[in-house]
């Protein structure tokens, strides 16, 4: 099974460029880029790469990259993230077929997107699972339930105690786009 992190559980949802270097200079291990577009994104995972960081991008917000299997040769090929984060199935599969970790973001707001998840996910069989919003302990409990995947969580998580909670529940890491909390001590926090 693939490992997520080795130590931080926290990733660092980069939606800003001007927020790339604090996150290159925090002591996550995984940067996931929200931001971006074709003319930079080589750059920008060179230079993750050389803080020896792990360079997810979510192809379906880099600007210029279209939602397709080219997209996905292209990245694999020339720009060499370490994987992707997409909504997408397909690409979830592309991607694999590529040798890129392919991390697959699922919104669960009702029971019937739980199941869609659920069900998505053992179709596509990522490396990883992505879900949001985060702030749902029991849901967390109940999808790692259903699926034996690294499971991410964000969306609404604002302070260490939920950060803990969600933890606690069975996430695997936690991501977020909030620059104050990449400088966590989440290493600590584990061992709580």
Known sequence: MFQLTKHNPMVAAVRDISHLDIALNSNVEIISMMAGNLSNISEIVERIHAKKKQAFLHVDLIKGLANNNEAVDFLAEKVKPTGIVTTKGRLIKKAKECDLT????????????FSMSVRSTK???????????????RVIKDLKAEIDLPLIVGGLLNTETEIKEVLNAGASAVVSG?????HMNLMKMEEV
């Open 102 to 113: 392919a991390i697959q973001h699922n919104f669960i707001i009702d029971t019937q997107a």
């Open 123 to 137: 179709q596509n069989q990522p490396d990883a699972v992505e879900m949001m919003p985060g702030l749902m302990p």
């Open 178 to 182: 909030n620059p104050d909390l990449w």
